[in-house]
């Protein structure tokens, strides 16, 4: 009898996982995937029931079902199954422990699955840019190294921890090269790629990363893995670099697979300090140096800079921030709010008593948000809410913290100032701790 198995995930790396390890595997039945709960709200609008056969594979002429992760216990008992498997990021370890309590109260096991089992080789080298939660700032860093790399004469692909909304057997290999490329995909995908693209980095995401990794490594001298959600490496890295946030010091070694990251790093970059207070920096430290005592650690700043600073001064300004970061990252505020801050706004204006549809759902499900608008957009449908709540709060100007171009997605009556960041270390350069790490 062949082992049955479910795999909760949240679109990414439980499909990767069953790919890699799953898919051609005679002994094992995978009869289910499950739907994290704490998705984004409008992520389910863009969501999907089924693994389709195209991507499964013989094995699963039918595909695979994917239910909701609250039927778990329901599932493993209707399915017979033996063994849960655990494959979604940035959650805390308390959280994948009450998963396991789930899965073992009604007799299956529980397991992870190893980097050893699903990180694919490559014939090119290989720079991983990770995390130790969402929202550390692991993109500018990647962004920097990706520059830092094309200056050198590489031809560089930057490779992107999935984010398969739409057509899953469509997005089985995506190429991103212009903004063109951008304008059928989410607000979230449009937050990760667009600063990659507009610096000449083609983003390569999809389903299934043998064939991701495939068209990447034959296109480019070197990847950039730009690890999403602070996700395991889905290659094999040669040189792995992983960021922690000082203003989230309690978690740098308290989250899956962050702390799994932060033990395997080559190099630890503490950002964020001109942010953070002394204290924070030195919690942030010692937890790096409990968990990984080899690693070199360097500290850096991120600094936000906007293109109108005469809009937000003595202003009211509604701050929009990246979705994932205050949502999936529990962060209290992002680089809008700073910018709000430095460049002197009279006053952030609330957007809770304005907010409209799926907008007004995040913001009470999110309460731990002062302020500040997450820049949701999973369909055409929340787009328009988030358009309709930023003129329903009827700001001076908007200040956007998000990594896209805000106007490219919304049309509101508010001039839209964009606030940008950038890494900027105190002890190093890019260029230097990559020659420190690698021999590119």
Known sequence: MAERVVITGAAGRDFHDFNTVFRDDDAVEVVAFTRAPDQNLGETEQGHDRYPPELAGPRYPDGIPIRPEAKLEDIVREEGVDTVVFSYSDVSHEHVMHTASRALSEGAGFRLIGPNEMQLDVDVPVVAVDAVRTGCGKSQLSRAFADELQSRGYDVGVVREPMPYGDLAANRVQRFESTADLESVTVEEREEYEQHVERDHTVYAGVDYEAVLARASDENDVLVWDGGNN?????????????????????????????????????????????ASDDQVSETVRRIRDANSDAPVYHADSVVSVDAPER?????????????????????????????????????????????????DVLE?????????????????????????????????????TPIALERVVDVDAPVVDASYRVEFHDTTPGELLDAITDL
Request: glycine share 10%.
């Open 231 to 275: 996700e395991l490496p889905f290659v094999r890295p040669d040189a792995h670099v992983v960021l922690a946030d000082p203003l989230r010091a309690a978690d740098t070694d308290t989250y899956h697979p962050g702390e799994a990251n932060l033990r395997a790093a080559d190099a630890v970059v503490v950002n964020k300090e001109n942010s």
């Open 312 to 360: 937000i001064r003595g202003a009211s300004v509604l701050v929009v921030e990246d979705g994932p970061t205050l949502t999936h990252g529990d962060a209290t505020y992002g680089a809008g709010t700073v910018a709000a801050a430095e460049y002197g706004a009279a006053e952030r204006l609330d957007p809770r008593g304005a907010a409209v549809g799926s907008i007004a």
């Open 365 to 401: 499900s999110y309460d731990h948000l002062d302020r500040v608008l997450p820049a949701m957009g999973y369909s055409d449908a929340q787009c328009a809410d988030l358009e309709a709540t930023i003129d329903a709060v009827g700001p001076d100007a908007v200040v956007s913290g």
